[in-house]
């Protein structure tokens, strides 16, 4: 149960600190006095995304804290589970949700004082508490909820979200199937494409830096005539006879013989001699390479021209497959492993092709259970549900869970042999129908129930599922939505039944609904001069006589209004004795 409720700066509430009871927890006040606030207050402790729209004005931040104590129901060994999965520490049955939310926007949750995601919060939610505001009570017009009420109280949403998991995985296998498909309608040419691109690039035998080598080549092949007479003219400067009848060798070696002879009288420049002698020797081999390479260079149209035409081969692979030698071999590379892959297409398909296969026969079998859990849990259901709703003075109406399967060759082939549509919920549709007056044939609630019943309905179902859910609190906010005093008592002694095994707290506007409690508690707004504040009292047995005539009179109640309002408690009190 909720030991108590912490709020802080959260819309029109400035501070509220609120000790529950257990049993039957009933707020009321005026409308617009901030009832509501205290479930949102709830929803957002248990994990609702919200926006900085929610802090007080002038506030930094919201904060809202609960203390739960957990007793031994079903649902507390897997909460404790739960919890220890997340690292969580449970003592002495207590469970204390925190939860901060800034002006920026950006919320802080903390479970026991350690900090934990938005998501693990609205998990270990679900575990505490089942929060139904008045939004919910319209989602009975809506088809598509109907599944959810019939598989909670089938207990069959772990089945169905292990489907929905298959289904989901079923789907991206289409996907990947459908586009092996579209590429094959192309892959023969795409796979001719690739293979002359491969050849053509194979069969040139290029390698990195080969351009450069053959540019080299061809510039020194392109002008043999002048590095020939380059060549030769350096040779004559050192070993041929200029004008003065010698060469450079010739008076390099008289230098050297000089040199000699200096040395013999300063022993000092022995180191210069040698230098000198060691430059004459490296000149004679430079002025012998220069004429072996004078030589050697001869012109070579066959090899110009074979050389040309390899760097145009090179320029043509550049200009289809990459700016340089090295681009085109990444090229290449690329253009095997496309390859490589098409050659495994094929293979891959058959392969997702049988694990497809397989997947839908074991959805199939998964959606044939559910299939089966669900007619026998509609049977029950609908049953249990027409007793909820003779107590709550609807014992005229009649209720059906209606399942229905769309027959389809496409679908999951059944074990009965037939094939069905399929969504991610399975293969069945689902829709409440009813009929409120005698005779009347069974049509969808939306076509035929008012506000009042449908507020009825939905107290009905929960009742019923309520055998089947072992949630520890469960929070109505305005269930008496369009409901009269007549209807409201009836609704007030379902919530306070239903309050016997588990906490109930219930936001509601009717006196008749408000005498049954175990705990009553009123929102009151003032308004300052500058800022608007609600605040949560809880009631005694005078104030709450004096809040239940104003609720059946007015502010300005009178003694009569006060009588009927202890006429009411005497006779909630009388009921809940005898039960």
């Known amino acids: 149960m909720l030991l108590e409720l912490k709020v802080k700066n959260l819309g029109v509430i400035g501070e509220v600190n609120w000790s529950l009871g257990s049993g039957l927890n009933v707020v009321t006040g005026e409308t617009g006095a901030g009832k509501s606030l205290v479930v949102e207050a709830m929803d957002i402790l248990l994990g609702k995304k919200v926006d900085d729209m929610v802090v007080r004005s002038g506030a930094d931040k919201a904060q809202i804290e609960g203390v739960f104590l957990i007793h031994q129901t079903d649902a507390v060994p897997r909460l404790r589970e739960f919890l220890s999965e997340k690292g969580v520490e449970v003592e002495e049955g207590t469970v204390v949700l925190s939860r901060e939310v800034r002006r920026e926007g950006r919320s802080v949750s903390r479970v026991n004082g350690q900090a934990l995601s938005g998501g693990v919060l609205a998990q270990i939610g679900r575990f505490l508490s089942d929060i139904h505001a008045q939004s919910e009570h319209l989602s009975l017009l809506d088809k598509r909820s109907h599944l959810d009420f019939l598989d909670a109280y089938a207990g069959m949403l772990e089945t169905r979200r292990n489907f929905a998991a298959k289904a989901s995985e079923l789907y991206g296998m289409e996907q990947e199937l459908a586009s092996l498909r579209d590429q094959e309608k192309d892959v023969a040419r795409r796979e001719d494409y690739l293979r002359f691109q491969i050849d053509e690039m194979t069969g040139a035998n290029l390698y990195e830096g080969e351009e450069e080598e053959l540019e080299r080549e061809r510039d020194i092949l392109s002008?043999?005539?002048?590095?020939?007479?380059?060549?030769?003219?350096?040779?004559?400067?050192?070993?041929?006879?200029?004008?003065?009848?010698?060469?450079?060798?010739?008076?390099?070696?008289?230098?050297?013989?000089?040199?000699?002879?200096?040395?013999?009288?300063?022993?000092?420049?022995?180191?210069?001699?040698?230098?000198?002698?060691?430059?004459?020797?490296?000149?004679?081999?430079?002025?012998?390479?220069?004429?072996?390479?004078?030589?050697?260079?001869?012109?070579?149209?066959?090899?110009?021209?074979?050389?040309?035409?390899?760097?145009?081969?090179?320029?043509?692979?550049?200009?289809?497959?990459?700016?340089?030698?090295?681009?085109?071999?990444?090229?290449?590379?690329?253009?095997?492993?496309e390859l490589e892959g098409i050659?495994?297409?094929?293979?891959?398909?058959?392969?997702?092709?049988?694990?497809?296969?397989?997947?839908?026969?074991?959805?199939?079998?998964?959606?044939?259970?559910?299939?089966?859990?669900?007619?026998?849990?509609?049977?029950?259901?609908?049953?249990?549900?027409?007793?909820?709703?003779?107590?709550?003075?609807?014992?005229?109406?009649?209720?059906?869970?209606?399942?229905?399967?769309?027959?389809?060759?496409?679908?999951?082939?059944?074990?009965?042999?037939?094939?069905?549509?399929?969504?991610?919920?399975?293969?069945?549709?689902?829709?409440?129908?009813?009929?409120?007056?005698?005779?009347?044939?069974?049509?969808?609630?939306?076509?035929?129930?008012?506000?009042?019943?449908?507020?009825?309905?939905?107290?009905?179902?929960?009742?019923?599922?309520?055998?089947?859910?072992?949630?520890?609190?469960?929070?109505?906010?305005?269930?008496?939505?369009?409901?009269?005093?007549?209807?409201?008592?009836?609704?007030?002694?379902k919530l306070w039944t239903l309050a016997r095994d588990r906490q109930v707290i219930c936001i509601s506007h009717l006196p008749q609904i408000a005498a049954f409690a175990d705990a009553h508690y009123t929102v009151r707004k003032e308004v300052s001069d500058t800022q608007a504040s609600s605040t949560l009292e809880s009631l005694d047995y005078q104030p709450r006589l004096a809040e239940l005539a104003a609720m059946l009179a007015g502010p300005q109640y009178t003694e009569t209004a006060l009588e009927n309002a202890r006429e009411l408690l005497e006779r909630a009190e009388e009921w809940k004795k005898q039960r």
């Open 223 to 337: 002008s043999v005539e002048k590095l020939k007479s380059l060549s030769n003219g350096a040779y004559d400067q050192l070993y041929g006879v200029d004008n003065s009848g010698s060469s450079a060798l010739d008076r390099l070696n008289e230098a050297l013989d000089m040199m000699k002879e200096l040395a013999n009288l300063d022993p000092g420049s022995k180191e210069k001699l040698d230098r000198l002698e060691s430059s004459l020797y490296e000149v004679e081999d430079i002025a012998q390479d220069i004429r072996s390479y004078s030589e050697g260079m001869e012109y070579n149209p066959e090899r110009l021209e074979e050389i040309q035409s390899r760097l145009e081969l090179i320029r043509d692979l550049k200009r289809k497959y990459g700016q340089n030698i090295g681009g085109i071999l990444e090229h290449l590379e690329r253009a095997k492993q």
């Open 343 to 493: 050659s495994h297409s094929s293979e891959r398909r058959a392969e997702l092709e049988q694990e497809h296969s397989r997947l839908k026969q074991e959805m199939a079998n998964i959606a044939s259970q559910l299939s089966g859990v669900r007619r026998r849990a509609a049977i029950a259901l609908a049953e249990e549900t027409r007793k909820e709703l003779q107590e709550l003075n609807l014992s005229q109406v009649e209720f059906e869970v209606e399942i229905t399967q769309e027959p389809d060759e496409e679908g999951l082939l059944f074990p009965d042999g037939k094939s069905y549509d399929f969504s991610s919920d399975g293969g069945d549709s689902v829709q409440f129908v009813a009929s409120t007056n005698p005779g009347e044939p069974l049509k969808p609630l939306a076509k035929i129930a008012s506000t009042g019943e449908i507020s009825r309905f939905m107290l009905a179902l929960k009742g019923a599922l309520s055998r089947s859910d072992n949630t520890p609190v469960l929070v109505f906010d305005e269930v008496d939505i369009g409901v009269g005093g007549r209807g409201g008592e009836m609704i007030g002694k």
